[in-house]
């Protein structure tokens, strides 16, 4: 025991002794480990958010949506659901205890006196806040009877309320939509970003009908139908049958694509791995690249101390030093700056993600595991490449060592 403290000891010493060359290794290894812990947390952080968005969407909710792919794909904005299929829907699938239909229109001019924004302005039922578990925090919701009147009412998002009221109480006040009077009668909690990086505060919900009627000129059809099923196990198969249920109802025959996108917690999940993927994959290539680089230049450089430190190498030797003594002494100067390395690169990681997250609103997420593969990676590079100049230092012959 006291035997390897005193090979650590002095691995340290020469750690310290040779400031270059622990330099320029701790700086190349530091970057690679920089890259790597920024992808472990951009998964860890990816994979979070998507368990909240889940959590926030509804694990137990489908979102239907107006628009088949390839008509999306196009630009096509057609709307093919129908007040109709709403009623149908709640019929056939007595296990949805929630169907509410919505509708928007994107670009609108929103006013408050002197201050104009354009925002989004969602129509749908007295439901709309507690299908989206989206809780109203002042004022009131709208009721069936806001509907059934055409009422001139909305609630507000948290962003259009900083927007038009500032730190003003809108509860009561009237803006102007398309030139149209609404009262403001209730607002909602911060949502924050959706996975595609829309802002969902960004938006006035007013009833359903208004909206139609008054601002779309429309009388049939909607954009989005959200259910909601009791049978949350059985989610994905409900999924199937409200899309077989659909395509029934709309004459679709059969090898021809869906008229509407269903949105399930799945389809959440997937998008934001796929947005997570391409900067994984970016960051893995320059972590690997950068970690390869820092464990040659970490080889030469102790192959290039092996060759200035003979004589100190010889004289060990002579006194009584072991092969396993210069190998573990070499293998621990190694692991030493290589792990310093590692702690080093965890917080430029750290720094790099603040920057990432600043940027572009990157979900970044550092826990243990971050830290565990960095340090434990440093390790390998410090092992891996160090190994061959330790074994040359340790086979020197002690006289041939002092000799030169």
């Not at 010493?13 to 472990?40: E, N, P, Q, W």
């Not at 006040?173 to 959706?194: F, T």
Request: glycine share 8%.
């Amino acid at each position: 025991m006291n035997r390897l403290i005193r090979i650590i000891s002095q691995s340290i010493r020469a750690v310290r002794a040779f400031k270059l060359r622990t330099f320029f290794c701790l700086l190349s290894v530091a970057l690679g480990i920089a890259s790597i812990v920024i992808i472990v947390a951009a998964v860890e952080g990816a994979y979070k958010k998507a368990f909240e968005m889940v959590a926030r969407f509804g694990p137990d909710s489908v979102l239907v949506l107006s628009g088949g792919e390839e008509a999306r794909a196009i630009g096509m904005r057609q709307k093919t659901l129908t007040l109709e299929d709403v009623g149908a829907v709640r019929q056939a699938f007595p296990n949805a205890y929630m169907v509410v239909p919505m509708t928007s229109q994107s670009g609108v001019n929103a006013s408050y006196r002197d201050k104009k924004h354009q925002t989004q302005v969602i129509g749908s039922t007295e439901d709309y806040s507690r299908v989206w578990t989206w809780p109203v925090i002042q004022g009131s919701d709208f009721t069936s009877e806001d509907i059934k009147g055409l009422r001139n009412v909305g609630l507000i998002g948290q962003y259009l309320l900083k927007e038009l009221f500032g730190d003003k109480d809108p509860v009561g006040k009237y803006i102007l939509i398309k030139g149209m009077p609404v009262q403001i009668i209730g607002v909602l909690s911060e949502r924050g970003m959706s996975a595609t990086g829309h802002n969902l505060d960004d938006r006035i919900i007013m009833p359903l009908s208004s909206v139609m009627r008054k601002i779309q000129n429309e009388t049939k059809y909607i954009s989005a139908l959200r259910v909601r099923f009791i049978d949350q196990e059985n989610l994905y198969k409900r999924a199937d049958e409200l899309r077989a249920f659909l395509r029934y109802r709309h004459r679709i025959p059969d090898g021809q694509p869906d008229d509407f996108r269903i949105i399930t917690p799945k389809e959440i999940t997937k998008l934001l791995v796929a947005l997570t993927g391409s900067l994984v994959i970016f960051l893995g290539i320059v972590g690997l690249i950068s970690l390869t680089v820092a464990g040659f230049v970490l080889a030469n450089l102790f192959l290039l101390s092996v060759k200035e430190r003979t004589n100190e190498i010889g004289i060990r030797r002579a006194t009584g030093a072991k092969k396993k003594d210069i190998l573990l002494q070499f293998l621990s100067e190694a692991v030493i700056i290589t792990s310093l390395g590692g702690l080093l690169g965890f917080m430029l990681g750290l720094v790099s993600s603040r920057l990432l997250i600043l940027v572009a609103d990157f979900p970044i997420y550092f826990s243990w595991k971050s830290f565990a593969v960095g340090l434990l990676l440093s390790w390998i590079v410090g092992i891996g490449f160090g190994l061959q100049p330790a074994k040359r230092a340790a086979n020197l012959k002690p006289i041939e060592a002092i000799r030169e």
